[in-house]
Each structure stands twice: as structure tokens, then as C-alpha cells.
């Protein structure tokens, strides 16, 4: 092989090697899989204590010792909280807010199936799912009065989705929306509550 071939096999050599690993960088960010592919936290928590919030940063809320297969990230002030049960549900969880502690519980269930058109049984649904983490939760959400109003609160046939649920009155406000009812595929179905107290 003369000195013109060996220059050339080095070369091809190279640019393999570099294309190589090109290729293995994007499947390694690509493999970085999180909750609803929300990405990695690239906020300070310094930067987060100085921007003038009256609420603090975002914390985990489930309770460990309950429920072990939970994930949570923080990104922009938003806590993002996943819950994986054992039937395979699952509950993701936004923690979010400043004037208000707002958190809201999105259930992923195969064990009841959403119908929107029945608001007094999508109502008693919402109400088994949270009886389920009740106990494992630990905010500042009062989950036991959110579930004695929702009693109250699907009785009345003329409330439906977004309808805002008073839990608390006063000049620091507890209240409830039901934000969706809604079947996703033969087998699951979303429910999902948010609950916010404030203004702060």
C-alpha cells in the first residue's frame, strides 16, 4: 500500500469515527426519557428564592413511604410529580403558583371509564382517585374538604367542566376545578382535578 492509500484509510478512519459518535451523543439525549418529556431542571435555586414569589419553591408532595415508584423535577418554579401504582395507573401531579398554591391531580386510570356526559359520575370517580392518595399526600391542599365538597357539588346537575368548586371562602380562597373528563383509549381514561388556594 503506497503512502497515498494510507493517508486516504486514515481519513475514512476518521470522519467514520467522528459520525460515530455524533450518532451516539443524539441516542444518549435521545434515551433521557422523563414525565411527559419534560426536560432535566435547568433552574437555579438561587435564582428562584430572589424572584419575589410569596410562595416557596415547589416540593415533592407523595409521601414515599406510601407510594415508592415516584418521580419528581423542577423546572421553572413548576414541580412536576409522577406517580406509578400498582395496577399501573398513574397520577401526574403540577405544583405550580406564586400569587396562588395551585396543584393539580391528573389521574391516568384504567379502573373507571371516563364518560363527560355524566358529570355526577365522573364527580364520584375523581372522588375514589383521591381517597386513594389521601393519606400520602402532604401539602397545604386539605384533600379530606376537597372531597366532602365534591359530594355536595355533584349533586347539581347544572355543573360541569372548568365550573369553579368553593371548598373555602374568605380572603384567602380554597377552590376546585375539574378540568378533564375524558376517555383516551378503550382501556384508559383521564381524570383530572386542580386545587389552588390564595391569593397568597
Known amino acids: 500500500m503506497n503512502r497515498k492509500n494510507i493517508l486516504i484509510a486514515i481519513l475514512a478512519i476518521t470522519i467514520i469515527s467522528c459520525q460515530t459518535k455524533k450518532t451516539e451523543t443524539k441516542e444518549q ?5 422523563l414525565v411527559n418529556n419534560i426536560l432535566p431542571d435547568t ?33 421553572d418554579r413548576v414541580g412536576y410529580e409522577t406517580v406509578k401504582f400498582d395496577n399501573g395507573d398513574i397520577l401526574e401531579i403540577q ?16 379502573e373507571y371509564v371516563a364518560d363527560s356526559t355524566d358529570f355526577k359520575g365522573s364527580c364520584d370517580n375523581i372522588i375514589k382517585l383521591l381517597e386513594k392518595i389521601k393519606d400520602a399526600q402532604k401539602s397545604a391542599i386539605d384533600i379530606n374538604n376537597a372531597i366532602s365538597v365534591l359530594k355536595t357539588f355533584e349533586e347539581n346537575a347544572n355543573n360541569n367542566l372548568k365550573s369553579e368548586i368553593i371548598i ?19 382501556e ?11 391569593p397568597l
Open 43 to 75: 433552574t437555579k435555586t438561587s435564582e428562584i428564592q430572589n424572584d419575589n414569589c410569596v410562595r416557596s419553591i415547589p416540593e415533592p408532595i407523595i409521601d414515599k413511604s406510601k407510594f415508592t415508584n415516584v418521580n419528581f423535577v423542577l423546572k
Open 188 to 198: 384508559q381514561s383521564i381524570f383530572e382535578i386542580q386545587i389552588s388556594v390564595g
Open 95 to 110: 405544583n405550580a403558583g406564586c400569587e396562588y398554591y395551585s396543584i393539580d391531580f391528573c389521574f391516568k386510570t384504567s
Open 29 to 33: 439525549k435521545d434515551s433521557v426519557k
Open 168 to 186: 373555602r371562602d374568605g380572603e384567602i380562597r380554597e377552590f376546585a376545578k375539574i378540568n378533564q373528563i375524558k376517555k383516551i383509549s378503550p
